[in-house]
């Protein structure tokens, strides 16, 4: 069965570092990859996906993630933070090897400190 | 397009009274969603649709909860009656011609049954 773990509950950084948000996931075959950001009374919105070519995917708000096979990995990064960043980021795998319905993880909180 | 429109927005009832949550999916999407979301048990989908036909309902919880959608606009989520251990946010999502694709969120209704 297909899951999705983010090891991080919270992440807390400071207005301008760079931020690397882990997500690993459980899947048989090439998987399909999403990552969603939640804001505060706001449903999700899709920051950016994978499924197939590049490894290297660009998001919109500047984040990009990376599909690392070897290491079942499909960490979020941005260079550097803004306090608008500041919700809940939630890593998703799904696709045809599996169940095409994404699997959600259970999210991680970002909190930034001015 | 407005984007999946939910409402209400908010829903305080009592225990033991029916609750009806209704979605408008995207004009043309041809998969639409129900999710709850709950700090415990985090983003669950309890059931979808494949233009207007039920195809997994495998996530809903009891059968308390029954979910239809008379027509490709529109979809309802009843919980008959209902408890205190209900309150959470139902999400309604939508998709295009494939299940594996982009998810697109309403902003949820917030219940809470007392």
């Known amino acids: 069965a297909q899951s999705v773990t983010q090891p991080d509950i919270h992440i807390t950084v400071s207005e301008g570092a760079s931020l690397e948000l882990r997500c690993n996931y459980s899947?048989?075959?090439?998987?399909?990859l999403f990552w969603y950001v939640q804001s505060p009374g706001q449903g999700l919105q899709l920051l950016l996906k994978?499924?197939?070519?590049?490894?290297l995917v660009q998001g919109i708000k500047g984040f990009e993630a990376e599909f690392k096979r070897s290491q079942s990995s499909f960490n979020l990064r941005k260079p550097s933070v803004h306090w608008s960043d500041a919700a809940e980021y939630f890593c998703?795998?799904?696709?045809?090897?599996?169940?095409?319905?994404?699997?959600f993880g259970r999210g991680t909180s970002l909190i930034v400190h001015p | 397009d407005a984007g999946v429109i939910q409402s209400p927005r908010h829903e305080v009832t009592e225990m033991g009274q029916e609750v009806t949550l209704r979605c408008k999916p995207i004009?043309?999407?041809?998969?639409l969603f129900w999710y709850r979301q709950t700090m415990m048990r985090g983003l669950e989908l309890l059931i979808y649709?494949?233009?207007?036909?039920?195809?997994?309902d495998s996530g809903m919880p009891e059968d308390r909860f029954s979910a239809k959608m008379p027509n490709a606009s529109f979809s309802t989520l009843k919980i008959q009656p209902s408890e205190p251990r209900d309150s959470a946010v139902y999400f309604c999502?939508?998709?295009?011609?494939?299940?594996?694709?982009?998810?697109?969120f309403g902003p949820g209704t917030r219940l809470l049954v007392l």
């Open positions: 999502a939508s998709s295009t011609t494939s299940p594996g694709e982009t998810q697109y």
């Open positions: 899947y048989g075959a090439t998987p399909y």
């Open positions: 994978y499924f197939s070519g590049d490894t």
């Open positions: 998703a795998v799904g696709g045809p090897g599996g169940s095409y319905i994404p699997t």
């Open positions: 004009s043309g999407h041809d998969y």
């Open positions: 649709f494949n233009n207007n036909v039920p195809i997994d």
